[in-house]
């Protein structure tokens, strides 16, 4: 398994209770927890890849005691992990003997401006919370991804994450106008600014996102909001491989523009085992195909009619022989049934037993190359290998996630992922592509970091850590080697 868990960080009694306490008089004691049943469901992440530990859960309930709380590890050299939604994939919430500072008691939603286009919003609201208050207001919070109901903001932006709606909208850098962050010292950085154009020096929120917790702890965030969609039309396409889809995509994107809103990809093993192991999921296309594509386009102009649109590129690739079928939703239900087959995908795999799994990028030309050269590899490399590669082609983040052969242990599979690793991450630098498109670094990657990133690139984050946090003390031994 890449990067295992670390030796459990141990603090001496006397210090721990006396921060504690300290802690305690502050926040209450009833949000200071020790008990092993209550610690438990935070210590377990996702994919059971780790498992954490900690002597306490604390949990502040303003930006205030946030600040209190890391102020007062600082003074006691105590180290802490800031903890969202625990959906993380790369294991970066676990705490392995450090304190576990958790945001969720930070739910206002503090300002939502519809002419600013704005919503500012507290690290501990979570995604599908945020969605809702945009959609009352009219708007828009385009940010979309299947642990939407339990990841938080804060979490997001700590993750920088991606999901469905990157071609049209991009991450969770690009949405981010200011950040609100509690840094290693406890000085609070008061940076909510909701302005388009700021240039007044470094652009420090930057380095915040995607940081997974190593610099600080962000305690709020002003997000973009986009006018509410009024139409839309959704499409699922069969055809006979990725350099397909990616003819597919082109031709979408050059009739529909900035309307053309999402693309995910997923192969023939994919959607058999979303149909087989998730109940109410439905074949929506009659025959079999090597892959498919799930095309979304919205507008907020009534006057588009994005299904003749659609009805048209269909109509054309039809003739060239580059799809083979094709459905449009006639209902939102429709729509919702057809996203169903793809957002099933992550949990369908759990059934089918080990897997072993890769969330790269690439420039989106060189997706489809990507895809058949690793394929190829693989499954040259272990036989009976069930390769399920899947994702958001338009944006150039492709999950390639190995399914076990069937029969084969499941630990001897998993055990054999850094060859895998090998495989698939050096053709992804060949191409110019990244070992982590949206999940992280986190413990899960960190050393495949270092073979990678640019060594300068590596030592200008270090010096950023250093400077930032010279203790060392938010979210040790995570994203980067002996830190
Ligand atoms: P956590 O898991 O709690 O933490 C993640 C990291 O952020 C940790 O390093 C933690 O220390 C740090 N952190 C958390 N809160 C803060 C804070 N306030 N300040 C500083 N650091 C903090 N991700 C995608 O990008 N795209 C997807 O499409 C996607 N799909 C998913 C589907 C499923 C079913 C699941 C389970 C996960 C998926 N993810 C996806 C991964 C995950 O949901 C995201 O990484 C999410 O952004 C994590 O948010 P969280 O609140 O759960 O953070």
Known sequence: ????????????????????????????????????????????????????????????????????????????????????????????????????????????????????????????????????????AGCLFPLSIAAEGSCQIGGNLSTNAGGTAVLRYGNMRELALGLEVVLPDGRVWHGLSRLRKDNTGYDLK??????????????????????APRQRATALVGLDGPH????????????????????????????????????????????????????????????????????????????????EDAVIAASEAQAGALWRLREDLSDAQKFEGGSIKHDVSVPVSKVADFIVEATRRCEAHMGGLRVCAFGHMGDGNVHFNLSQPVGMDKQAFIDTWEEFNRIVHDLVAALGGSISAEHGIGLLKKEELTLYKDPVALDVMAAVKAALDPQGLANPGKVLMGR
């Open 1 to 136: 398994m890449p990067s295992p868990a670390p030796e459990p960080i141990h603090i001496e009694a006397e210090r721990l209770s006396g921060l504690l306490d300290t802690i305690a008089a502050r926040i209450g004691r009833a949000h200071v927890v020790t008990d092993p049943a209550n610690l438990a469901p935070h210590l377990i992440e996702g994919r059971g890849l780790y498992r954490g530990a900690t002597p306490a859960l604390v949990r502040p309930g303003s930006t205030e005691e946030v600040a209190f709380a890391v102020a007062a590890c600082a003074a006691a050299g105590v180290p802490f992990v800031p903890q969202g939604g625990n959906t993380g994939l790369v294991g970066g919430q676990m705490p392995f003997g450090a304190l576990l500072i958790s945001l969720s008691r930070l739910t206002r939603i503090r300002d939502l401006d519809p002419t600013d286009l704005t919503v500012t919003v507290e690290a501990g609201v979570t995604l599908a919370g945020v969605q809702e208050a945009a959609r009352e």
């Open 206 to 227: 930057d380095l915040f996102i995607g940081a997974e917790g190593t610099l600080g702890i962000i305690t709020a965030a002003v997000l973009r909001l986009f006018p």
């Open 244 to 323: 397909a889809a990616l003819r597919l995509f082109r031709r979408l994107r050059a009739v529909a523009g900035d309307a053309l809103t999402g693309f995910e990809i997923m192969p023939r093993f994919g959607m058999e085992m979303v149909l087989k192991h998730m109940p109410g999921t439905v074949r929506a296309l009659k025959g079999d195909h090597a892959f498919y594509v799930l095309a979304e386009l919205t507008s907020t102009r009534d006057e588009d009619d994005l299904a003749a649109m659609v009805l048209a590129v269909l109509a054309d690739a039809f003739e060239a022989a580059e799809v």
